[in-house]
């Protein structure tokens, strides 16, 4: 059996999105699977219970499973591998995932306008997280590799927000978890970076080795 990858799109996000990326993987011989969540209208347990059977028919069919979580995917993969542990996990990655809560996200909440930006992803998303919400994700007791980006493209809100660097939604410090396997920072913007090809490249070569590489 091949192994396999779990790709999962960011907030608002698509499938679609993330099709480059799985013809990338799919050529270096992994099975794909690129499935769709409601982040908006959601919380995350119904995500996570819409998503779990998806995980689990998927992870019967390949020998070992791997996940790569764009954004808010990331946090909701943690929550997925946390309610229901594959036997054959193997390694997972992270793209702009705020592992620390978001800066943008705390802002909304200061202004008290995250219901209409946010909705159900806000309780998510925060910084401030309850201790309920930061059970559901679950402690990284596996190969875990994190990849943030420092080169936005354009100004945006955040970024009059941030002081540290940041992609342009998420700062490099929300990125960081404790737990994680490696941590890598590379030119890249946050909707972006699902398209690059050095990313990529990292990834797969962080899923082979347990590591980035570096020059």
Not at 18 to 30: E, F, I, N
């Amino acid at each position: 059996m091949p192994e396999g990858v779990v790709l999962l799109h960011g907030f608002g996000g698509m499938p679609v999105q993330m099709a480059l990326l799985g013809r990338r993987l799919r050529r270096t011989g992994y099975a794909i699977i690129n499935p769709h969540y409601s982040s908006w209208h959601w919380p995350v347990e119904r995500i996570v219970d819409d998503l779990a059977p998806r995980f689990a028919r998927f992870a019967d069919q390949v020998s070992t499973i791997h996940f790569v979580g764009h954004s808010m995917g990331g946090l909701i993969l943690r929550a997925a591998i946390a309610h229901r542990r594959p036997d054959n996990l193997g390694r997972v990655v992270t793209l702009g995932t705020p592992h620390g809560g978001s800066e943008l996200a705390d802002f909304l909440y200061r202004l008290g306008m995250h219901g209409p930006f946010l909705n159900r992803a806000g309780r998510l998303l925060r910084s401030a997280r309850r201790p309920g919400v930061t059970a559901m994700l679950g402690a990284v007791d596996y190969p875990l590799g994190v990849i943030a980006g420092n080169r936005p493209l354009s100004p945006s809100l955040a970024g009059l927000l941030l002081q540290s660097p940041h992609d342009g939604l998420v700062s490099v410090a929300a990125t960081h978890i404790e737990g994680q396997t490696d941590h890598l920072v590379l030119p890249v913007d946050h909707m972006t970076m699902i398209y690059s090809g050095t990313v990529a490249r990292q990834i797969i070569h962080f899923l082979a080795d347990r590591q980035f590489l570096r020059a």
